[in-house]
């Protein structure tokens, strides 16, 4: 049996880096892979659709070109020539990572599927492997319910649309949160006729209701169709394609599309890997159990990203690996707890968010000040056309920290990181407002945005 100080399972967003530092510490480990290097972000996630977000941005902006005093003619969109482009940074990024890993010294790289035969070892490809610690970072994939009709209609979900080199005519896309509102603007802007079919009473549940609001209304502008409360979704094959039921409290019951997308959430890649050999704990969903410094309930064996529930995108699984290799190298007694929610949703104009929403800083009953400010009335954003969106921010009024913040506009995924490391620093906001910003920029209105707070409401 071969013996490594340490087994890494899955190369997603925390595997490699930690990898790395174990090899670097002149450490022996073995990071087993069973599909493509880079995991979801780099292959079916984060890459390619920020890739495609490009694409259409760039598609968007060519027939706006009149506004900005040129023309181009008729914009054609060669779907190929977009998918060779997108694949092109995918491959790119998902070859940087294995050509990094298989370059290292100390570490083994294997191509296969992982299962725990005991609390300290592997197997696979038939062989087993044991270590003194096992870290767990085999990520998610798309869940699918189990609806009236999912198993005789053909679905597409976020892994099967980096596949399809056609432009779906009648795109229906289940699920109006980040994945799904992300495709439902790329293929609009590529030239689908799309329709978004939301179960809640408005898209992207868990953000404050006018940020709800501003992006449907973004959506909408572009042609975007939007059924909210669509309470009881069923699928039913048709001649041309796919008809999604709704049963809806406005228009009629039913859309009928060439093609459907399962956006409907994520669940943990945890039930073929055996963790019942390994004693693992999982909670009701499937995802694994850990402490606050990414331990399970076994001793030596840790989850990292997406597949432990603590958060659901690529910083938070960095973030992970991070938290993990300072208390294990650094003695740094870092913990998930101390990490502050941040996220972006890469429609166009991107959204930012940091902190508390409206309805947390209601929850936890603070006394706080809060104000909100239209993109329409920064400079920056006048003078590129680009006005959609609003900024919103809330502080408490007794410490004067910033509480949580969106930043939904031209430049909001990067604008809302002055705000994210004030929080981090734990300065009052009154920080930003002595601070000097370069004009024309969105971040040169936080200042003078925080000095028109008013009592939250
Ligand atoms: C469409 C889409 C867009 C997204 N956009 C963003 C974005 O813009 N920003 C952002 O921050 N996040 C985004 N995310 C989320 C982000 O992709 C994930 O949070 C992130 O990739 C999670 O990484 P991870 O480290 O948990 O694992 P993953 O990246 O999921 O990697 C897990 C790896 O483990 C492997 N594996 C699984 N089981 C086994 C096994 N038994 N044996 C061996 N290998 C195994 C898998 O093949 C995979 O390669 C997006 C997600 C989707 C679906």
Redesign the pocket.
Known sequence: MKHFDAII???????PSLAARFADAGKTVAI?????F????VN???TP??TLVASAYAIHVARRGAEYGFSVGDVRVDINRVKARKDAASTRSSKGVEAWLRGMTNCTVIQG???FQSPNSVMVNDEVLEADKIYI????RARVPEMPGIHDVPFLT?SSMMDIDFLPEQFIIVGGSY?GL?FAQIYRRLGSEVTIVEMGPRLIGREDEDISDAVREILEAEGINIRLNAKCISLEKRDAGVAVGLTCEEGPPEVVGTQVLMAVG?IP?TS??GLDKGGVAIDTRGYITVDDQLQTNVSGIWA????NGRG??????YNDYEIVADNLFNADHRRVSDRIQA??L?IDPPLGRCGMTDAEVRKSGRRALAVKYPMSRVTRAYEKGETQGIIKICVDAETKQILGAAILGVGGDEVIHVLLDVMYAKAPYTVIERAMHIHPTVAEYLPTILGKLVPFA
Request: net charge negative.
């Open positions: 399972i899955g190369t997603g967003q925390a595997g087993i892979e069973r599909s493509k880079g995991g979801t972000c079916t996630g984060c659709t920020k599927e992982a299962s970072n085999v990520g998610g976020n994945v992300e994520r890649n073929d890997l990292l990203g997406d597949c659901a995108f690529t910083h938070t699984s996220y972006a890469y």
